[in-house]
């Protein structure tokens, strides 16, 4: 059973256009909500994170938006640029550094 | 610096055979994990470790055994392998105590099973 539900699979979009990723979780025990970025042949790197006791959190172009009662949060890319092209990660930590990811979305963005 | 490595890259098994999947960081990460990428399913937690000579079991453990002699190693160990374990291997660590619940990746193991 999927802890995290990310949602879409894949997107794509205009150069400067606004992508926005979902996710959704049903555990309040989760407790550190992070981003992660993957390109092809490399690991992720964590892009952006947030806790439940914040609603939104920004850095440079990459905005989390977080509804603690809805239990969900989201990705948002501002003027998104080709090099904002990769799979995204949302997870989920509970205590002791276990995180739960979800599925991934592919985004494209077109120049 | 190296942070976290990763050894082999690719590697093509047989059914059945054993291997091990090397990991380790220079970053003194208490730390360490092992999740596995598969299209459609994410990243799964196979086995995690906070410390040396301390493992613990994550969601998809069964097929695969760890070992933490070393703040450093965190290697992953398919016993009998099959080709439902061909996918994509990630170690992670990070510093655990502190600030920070940053997880660092290596680069990824490819392993097909045939």
């Known amino acids: 059973q999927q802890q995290v539900k990310q949602s879409p699979q894949s997107l794509i979009v205009q150069k400067g256009g606004i992508p926005i990723i979902n996710c959704a979780y049903e555990n309040t025990a989760f407790d550190y909500f992070p981003w992660y970025q993957q390109f092809p042949g490399k690991g992720p790197a964590l892009l952006i994170a947030i806790r439940p006791d914040v609603s939104e959190k920004k850095e440079g172009r990459f905005t989390i938006s977080f509804n603690k009662s809805a239990k969900q949060f989201s990705l948002h890319i501002m003027d998104s640029q080709p090099g904002d092209s990769a799979t995204y990660f949302c997870?989920?930590?509970?205590?002791?550094?276990?995180?739960?990811f979800g599925t991934g979305t592919s985004l494209t963005v077109i120049p | 610096n190296a942070g976290v490595t990763q050894t082999p890259k690719f590697q093509v098994l047989k059914t059945g055979q054993s291997m091990t999947l090397q990991c380790a960081q220079d970053?003194?990460?208490?730390?360490m994990s092992w999740y596995r990428q598969d299209p459609g399913m994410g990243l799964r937690l196979i086995h995690y470790?906070?410390?040396?000579?301390?493992?613990d079991q994550g969601e998809v453990p069964n097929g695969y055994n760890v070992s933490r002699s070393t703040t450093e190693d965190f290697p992953l160990r398919l016993l009998s392998a099959a080709p439902s374990q061909t996918s994509v291997y990630f170690c992670?660590?990070?510093?655990?105590?502190?600030?920070?619940?940053?997880?660092?990746f290596g680069s990824g193991t490819q392993l097909s099973v045939l």
């Open positions: 992670a660590s990070s510093p655990y105590r502190g600030e920070t619940e940053k997880l660092f």
């Open positions: 997870a989920a930590k509970v205590t002791g550094n276990q995180f739960y």
């Open positions: 970053m003194n990460h208490e730390y």
């Open positions: 470790s906070v410390g040396a000579g301390i493992t």
